[in-house]
């Protein structure tokens, strides 16, 4: 699912969470970074080997993403859940709805739309806006980064997907880096669960090749969903 549109999170800290019980939240997120990492960067690969990857607009965001990434891992401890989940909320809800509403968006390439500052601007929301998210919480990452480089730049969900995973390992990168320095990462579940990330990353990806933009957003759309249920769920139980 991770490699196809993102949101792996979304499964992957709730059972670490249900598995482990007692182990602190900082170091379910680091734990999931280290599997995630292995994933990430084997979808990129892949992608990159069976389509075309906008490196322009990729490469750079990846770069940022790095430092962005860390700096909320290292706010990760720092920062209640509460100051900013309604606002996750709000943004899931308004993705969900913004896809509904535009059947169209992803499924075809709109190159039109890839001017010089469309270009600045998806660099921008990739690598530090989606990038401090990942590293403060991470849950949805992928997802949100397809979005912006379909509503943004204009590519369709496949090559979309293809530009999220090249940044999305910059992001897990990044807060491993923190995670591991900080001692909130546990290596040897870690290192088990890469190993199967490594696997679901090359089946997700070839079938998100095989299946192409369609298929891609069908996926996004039941990710969008989950989170949006998780979120409020988790909200709502916050109180």
Do not use: E
């Amino acid at each position: 699912m991770d490699a196809v549109v993102g949101g792996g999170g979304l499964l992957l800290l709730p059972a670490l969470l249900v598995a482990a019980p007692g182990v602190p939240v900082a170091t379910a997120l680091g734990t999931n970074k280290l599997a995630a990492i292995f994933g990430t960067s084997t979808a990129a690969v892949t992608y990159a080997r069976r389509t075309t990857v906008d490196w322009v607009v990729a490469g750079p965001a990846a770069g940022l993403a790095v430092l962005s990434a860390g700096l909320g891992a290292a706010l990760a401890g720092v920062v209640p859940a509460g100051a900013y989940r309604p606002v996750v909320l709000v943004v899931l809800v308004s993705v969900a709805v913004f896809v509904v509403l535009r059947p169209r968006l992803g499924v075809v390439a709109q190159p039109a739309r890839r001017t010089p500052a469309r270009v600045a601007v998806a660099v921008g929301v990739a690598g530090v806006a989606v990038a401090l998210y990942d590293g403060l919480i991470g849950p949805g990452t992928g997802t949100f980064l397809v979005v912006a480089f379909t509503a943004v730049v204009g590519a369709d969900f496949l090559h979309g997907s293809a530009m999220a995973k090249v940044v999305n390992a910059g992001t897990n990168l990044g807060a491993l880096v923190v995670f591991g320095v900080t001692g909130h990462v546990w290596w040897l579940l870690g290192a088990a669960m890469a190993v199967c990330n490594v696997a679901g990353a090359v089946v997700g990806a070839r079938m998100a090749v095989r299946r192409g933009s369609g298929f891609v957003r069908v996926v996004l759309l039941v990710v969008v969903v989950a989170l949006v249920a998780k979120v409020g769920h988790d909200q709502w139980v916050a109180g």
